[in-house]
């Protein structure tokens, strides 16, 4: 069966500090993943997709950015992160049934 | 514009109770319709997925209604227990390039 992991659970950074959270899945090869952003009490926004090794598509355009360097790892990355950047970061791969990882709790402060 | 939205934004029901959440939609095309049940601090998980030919839908307790020329979807829970608290998205796919919209979700409380 398929498996997200993220890591941290959760993060408090200071605002300009940079950022790098990674998604790790198993029981699966060459999935479609995902980094979503929540925001609290909103809708999950989608940040970036990934078909493949390498491939990686925006969806919002912000100081954020991703990775794919290998075809089960997904990593979000942010040089300097602002207070707007403060939310729950979620994972998820499939293409017609999504599954989710547990998250990144990050706080910016 | 390919939009979600979802009503209430948040319900309280007692424990044992009925509740309807609804879903209403402009996509298009479309593709499918999805509910995800959300606890606090995880990520969502499916509930049921929706084709355009599909009018019901149960998993359990849950049941999911389709009405494609309405526009409308809502899901039903029966007799409620406790652990159905949580946020209930409504996901529709379609559109030009067929992404996923997600709707805002609603909060449910149940209350003993």
């Known amino acids: 069966s398929q498996t997200i992991h993220q890591w941290p659970a959760t993060l408090v950074q200071p605002v300009g500090s940079p950022l790098s959270l990674e998604c790790t899945v198993e029981g699966t090869s060459n999935p479609n993943l995902y980094w979503y952003r929540q925001a609290a009490g909103r809708g999950l926004q989608l940040l970036f997709y990934s078909v493949g090794i390498g491939q990686i598509s925006s969806e919002v355009p912000q100081n954020l950015s991703a990775s794919r360097p290998q075809d089960r790892q997904f990593i979000l990355s942010s040089k300097k992160l602002l207070l707007s950047d403060s939310g729950f970061y979620l994972c998820?791969?499939?293409?017609?049934?999504?599954?989710f990882g547990p998250g990144t709790r990050l706080t910016v402060t | 514009k390919n939009q979600v939205e979802q009503s209430p934004q948040s319900l309280i029901i007692l424990e044992g109770k009925n509740c309807t959440l609804q879903c209403n939609y402009t996509v298009s095309p479309f593709s499918n319709l999805r509910w995800y049940k959300q606890d606090t601090g995880r990520g969502p998980v499916s509930l049921t997925i929706m084709t355009f030919s599909e009018n019901t839908k149960s998993n359990g307790r849950y049941t999911a209604t389709l009405d494609a020329d309405t526009k409308q979807s809502s899901l039903h829970i029966t007799a409620s227990q406790l652990s159905d608290s949580a946020s209930y998205i409504c996901v529709v796919s379609g559109g030009s390039n067929y992404q996923l919209i997600w709707g805002a979700g609603t909060k449910l409380i149940i209350k003993p």
């Open positions: 998820a791969l499939g293409l017609y049934e999504q599954y």
